[in-house]
């Protein structure tokens, strides 16, 4: 019986210590619970993204002399406009000063030349990349792509018009009355 009368006391001193470790589990949790993380410091800056890629698929051969240039446009031309005065490649020779063709770095510097100063996304200027600004003289009435200039939506040009050529693409990229209006 003696042996048993020990067993009472130590089995209450293992609960307490059960208990004492379970209390300080707890509160080390809260306090740790309630202690503030510092932030997490800012990446440093890197330097601005790089210019944006064309995201068009280009010709195979880009647009690099004014024949091929006036070609790549009267494709388009002849689907959109009528002319008074119909036009040719060998307009250029037959009647000198009624095309005009330039070569322009980007799409802002011909804007620019023509007096806008249009701002564009990079995006859209590593599209077109360089492009030729046409110019055509004589009375021309233009409709939107394929719709015939006859329709509905045409819009009459009296003096002509300046078409503006993707090189990289060959994609018309603007129509423009010949001159501004000022």
């Known amino acids: 019986m003696k042996s048993q009368s020990y067993l009472l006391p130590a089995g209450l001193m293992i609960l307490v210590a059960i208990a004492i470790a379970f209390l300080a589990f707890s509160i080390q949790n ?48 002849s689907q959109i406009a009528v002319w008074s005065e119909p036009w040719s490649k060998d307009t250029l020779t037959l009647q000198p000063g009624r095309i005009t063709i330039k070569a322009y770095p980007s799409r802002a510097a011909e804007s620019a030349a023509y007096g806008l100063n ?36 045409a819009v009459v040009y009296p003096d002509g018009v300046t078409y503006v050529i993707s090189a990289r693409t060959g994609g018309l990229l603007t129509i423009r009355p010949i001159s501004l209006k000022k």
């Open 30 to 77: 809260v306090v740790a619970t309630s202690q503030r993380i510092p932030p997490t410091p800012a990446p440093t800056a890197t330097p601005g993204p790089p210019p944006p890629n064309p995201t068009t698929a280009p010709l195979a051969q880009p647009l690099t002399t004014q024949e091929q240039a006036l070609e790549q446009l009267a494709l388009y031309d």
């Open 118 to 153: 249009e701002g564009f996304a990079p995006e859209i200027e590593a599209d077109a990349g360089s492009v030729w600004a046409i110019s055509i003289k004589g009375k021309a009435t233009i409709a939107g792509i394929p719709s015939p200039a006859e329709r509905a939506g």
